[in-house]
């Protein structure tokens, strides 16, 4: 798989996605995915970034706007959708694309800050998937939160699904 034929990415951004990809693969040969689930992980790690390099997108409205383009495309599963469509917020209704999709993209080994401690989340992800998943939700939002940005009601809601069981 790759990027789609529409993507504006940056070499660098491919070089990421490509990392994403490579991850959630790895998680799903670990995980004993079946194949039909491991393509739709793939499926959404090579289209989450997709549009982050076009000259409208920021942090915020890339996600979206990847999300309606594979729509307009053809891509028709809402998991995979709503997994690109809410990747830097989280999303309280998510299926296991979205999750794996959300670990893998702050796991993922290029990113340059604490690498050791995200090599070690990590590695612990095919075990402990939903542990992992509640650790990386927390490091994203706390620096949220000591960045003081407001906090989106989809990341506050995600919050509250994962802490509830
Ligand atoms: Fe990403």
Same mark, same amino acid.
Do not use: C
């Given at each position: 798989?790759?990027?789609?034929?529409?993507?504006?990415?940056?070499?660098?951004?491919?070089?990421?996605?490509?990392? *994403?990809?490579?991850?959630?693969?790895?998680?799903?040969?670990?995980?004993?995915?079946?194949?039909? #689930?491991?393509?739709?992980?793939?499926?959404?790690?090579?289209?989450?970034?997709?549009?982050?390099?076009?000259?409208?997108? !920021?942090?915020?409205?890339? &996600?979206?706007?990847? /999300?309606?383009?594979?729509?307009?495309? &053809?891509?028709?599963?809402?998991?995979?959708?709503?997994?690109?469509?809410?990747?830097?917020?989280?999303?309280?209704?998510?299926?296991? *694309?979205?999750?794996?999709?959300?670990? /893998? !993209?702050?796991?993922?080994?290029?990113?340059?800050? !604490?690498?050791?401690?995200?090599?070690?989340?990590?590695?612990?992800?095919?075990?402990?998937?939903?542990?992992?998943?509640? #650790?990386?939700? #927390?490091?994203?939002?706390?620096?949220?939160?000591?960045?003081?940005?407001?906090?989106?009601? #989809?990341?506050?809601?995600?919050?509250? /699904?994962?802490?509830?069981?």
């Amino acid at each position: 798989m790759n990027l789609p034929s529409w993507a504006v990415a940056t070499p660098e951004r491919r070089a990421h996605v490509a990392r *994403v990809a490579g991850l959630i693969d790895q998680w799903a040969v670990a995980m004993r995915a079946p194949e039909g #689930e491991r393509a739709r992980w793939a499926k959404a790690a090579w289209l989450h970034d997709a549009l982050r390099d076009a000259p409208a997108a !920021d942090e915020l409205a890339h &996600g979206p706007a990847a /999300a309606d383009r594979a729509a307009q495309e &053809g891509e028709n599963d809402p998991g995979v959708l709503d997994a690109v469509r809410y990747h830097s917020l989280g999303y309280a209704h998510w299926d296991d *694309v979205g999750r794996m999709l959300y670990l /893998a !993209d702050f796991l993922e080994p290029g990113r340059s800050f !604490d690498r050791e401690a995200r090599a070690a989340l990590a590695a612990r992800v095919p075990a402990e998937r939903d542990a992992v998943l509640v #650790e990386v939700a #927390e490091r994203r939002i706390a620096w949220t939160v000591s960045s003081r940005w407001a906090l989106a009601p #989809e990341t506050t809601a995600f919050w509250n /699904a994962l802490v509830a069981g």
